[in-house]
């Protein structure tokens, strides 16, 4: 995104406003490709818009010189952030979980260097959030 913003800002875009993505873009099919490698899910209504407004608020940081503070997506993240969905019941679906769920669950729920044991409950959440990042590309 901020490669996108930065390439804006060097062509001389002046106002956020001028920055629009359409679903054939680039940076859309970019991104698609990224998260959704197989194509196995619908790409959500509203995705096309959360882009676009993170463009532009990448180009609003960079165009008034925020990016040479440290920490300075920060505060783009916590905008964006509130554009975020629920996540949807067909990822909360244990057919979808692959078979590393378990392996999470068995490192988490497990005293680990000295650690207080994590109840059940807590060691399963953080299972299924990490398969969910590893299976999509999260991280």
């Known amino acids: ?3 996108y913003a930065r390439q804006a800002v060097t062509e001389g875009i002046k106002t956020p406003d001028d920055l629009l993505i359409a679903g054939d873009s680039e940076l859309y099919r970019v991104l698609n490709l990224h998260y ?7 790409v959500p209504q509203n995705f096309r818009f959360v882009v676009e ?3 532009r608020e990448f180009f609003r940081a960079i165009q008034g ?3 040479t503070e440290q920490s300075w ?12 969905d629920p996540v949807p019941e067909y990822f909360n679906h244990t057919t ?14 497990h005293n ?3 650690r207080q044991q994590q109840s059940e409950g807590e060691a399963q959440t953080k299972a299924k959030r990490l398969n969910l990042r590893k299976k999509y590309h999260w991280i």
């Open 1 to 3: 995104m901020e490669k």
């Open 36 to 42: 959704n490698r197989n194509n196995h899910i619908e």
């Open 53 to 55: 407004q993170t463009l």
């Open 65 to 67: 010189g925020k990016d």
């Open 73 to 84: 997506k920060k505060s783009i993240y916590k905008i964006i952030s509130r554009m975020d």
């Open 96 to 109: 979808h979980h692959d078979p590393s769920y378990y392996d999470y669950y068995n490192i988490y729920s």
């Open 112 to 114: 680990i260097e000295g």
